[in-house]
């Protein structure tokens, strides 16, 4: 089973007859945010919705994987193929963090909800009450800005515009990030435009980019 969830569909395309890890992955993304969930529901009891949904943000995405499965070195365990290894496929946040999700898919099936429950716990829970220390500045607009200053060293621009009445406005931003659009958004206001645009670039951004060493 952790054979399974290790072997990316590279290696699976050059060996016969090896099943991927994309449906245990499918599987521990489910098992995941059911427990990420549970966890902000039962230990943020004076949280409202949207602010519970912000913290699952800020743990359940794959910047965050990826660094959880950097620091338990699983980049080295994966199986890759030829190509995809030799292009450096071992440190990708997008083949980590996929990686992960099947490893909580994989430990689900062998030892149940509650051997999932303990592993995400212990990889996940500090960073959940870390992130639940800085709740107000669990805003896209933010994350984005503080990732663009350690890839660019600029802040990201936003490019406005309207249309319909003053009763019923549409708003779309543009995110401009070192000279390039790097996300687009709408909303019913400025504010939720621009953030809906910044999500977009943080998560194209922050799955295309590097992750800073943890140690």
Known sequence: MLRRALAHRSWCAEVAGEP?????????????GWVVAAMAFREHTDLAEGRLTDLRKSVVNAATLAQVA??????PCLLLGRGE?????RTKPSILSDALEAVFGAVYLDGGTEAARALIERLLGSRMKMAADRLDRLDFKTVLQELTARLFDT??????SETGPDH???FFATVIVAGKPAGTGQGRSKKLAEQAAAEQAW????ESSPQPSTG
Not at 20 to 32: P, Q
Not at 70 to 75: H, M, V, Y
Not at 203 to 206: H, I, K, Q
């Open 20 to 32: 991927n890890n994309e449906r245990l992955e499918f599987l521990g993304d489910a098992v995941l």
């Open 70 to 75: 950097q620091e338990i070195e699983l980049g």
């Open 85 to 89: 290894a030799a292009a450096g496929g």
């Open 155 to 160: 802040a990201p621009v936003y490019v406005l």
């Open 168 to 170: 019923e406005k549409s």
């Open 203 to 206: 998560v194209a951004l922050a």
